[in-house]
């Protein structure tokens, strides 16, 4: 059975009291009706300023769900305002979503920020979670990829396709088109995880994770409500 990865991007919502009634909200609906999450990784991605909260949130309800941070800083820590760097963010995730497309568009992230903040992701033995929209953009993960194998023992690293037009628009890619696309990266990068984000909902969830080379969902919209976060959870 294959090990299927479904993260939670709650972008910029949420406030701390609104964190902790998601938490009891996805606690309860899980406790009402579990379901086997044997070969499920949950990863949620809130903000900055809700990491340590949704820890606890979740550590108390015993909920087997691990975290990410949107970005990262691309340096070390210092005279860096309004950063967070890699050393801060190791204290409370275990994955880096690098290169969203919000990021590139509305934050003029480049190529080569992009690969500075992979390098600050790995550096600190975290896993990134590559968002990239086109083939051309898996050039970094790989570079950086062959730098950092004869470092790190257990160099790891996510790949998510996100169509640009399938983001919050409800028109999500066909299940065969993120197929081929999963494919292609594979052939570039080897045998990572490549997952498909955009409009993703429990409707839709399973037509995409039961296709040969996708390996799981970023989810955007449909993750801020606890209840639709789970039935795609329950439907992957
Ligand atoms: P969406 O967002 O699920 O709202 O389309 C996906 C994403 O941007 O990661």
Redesign the pocket.
């Known amino acids: 059975m294959k090990k299927i990865f479904i993260i939670a991007?709650w972008k910029s919502n949420k406030t701390i009291k609104e964190t902790e009634e998601w938490f009891h909200s996805f606690s309860d609906g899980f406790k009402r009706d579990p379901f086997s999450l044997e070969n499920k990784e949950i990863i949620v991605s809130p903000s900055f300023t809700l990491l340590e909260h949704a820890n606890y949130c979740s550590g108390n309800l015993k909920l087997p769900i691990k975290f990410a941070a949107q970005t990262i800083s691309p340096f070390e820590e210092g005279a860096y305002t309004g950063e967070v760097n890699g050393k801060q963010i190791k204290e409370l995730v275990d994955y880096v979503v690098v290169g969203?497309s919000?990021r590139r568009q509305n934050f003029g992230e480049d190529q080569d920020m992009i690969d500075k903040k992979t390098q600050q992701t790995l550096k600190y033995e975290l896993v990134p979670i590559l968002c990239i929209s086109n083939i051309q953009q898996t050039q970094s993960a790989k570079l950086k990829a062959q730098n950092y194998n004869s470092k790190l023992k257990s160099y790891k690293i996510l790949v998510a396709y996100?169509p640009l037009f399938?983001?919050?628009s409800g028109h999500p890619d066909t299940p065969e088109n993120a197929d081929n696309f999963a494919q292609k990266i594979k052939k570039e990068l080897g045998k990572i995880p490549v997952l498909y984000?955009?409009?993703?909902t429990g409707d839709n969830v399973n037509s995409l994770t039961q296709m040969n080379n996708i390996d799981g969902v970023?989810?955007?919209?449909?993750s801020l409500d606890p209840r639709k976060f789970l039935e795609i959870v329950k439907n992957a």
């Open positions: 991007n969203h919000e996100e399938a983001i919050g984000g955009g409009s993703v970023l989810v955007g919209g449909a």
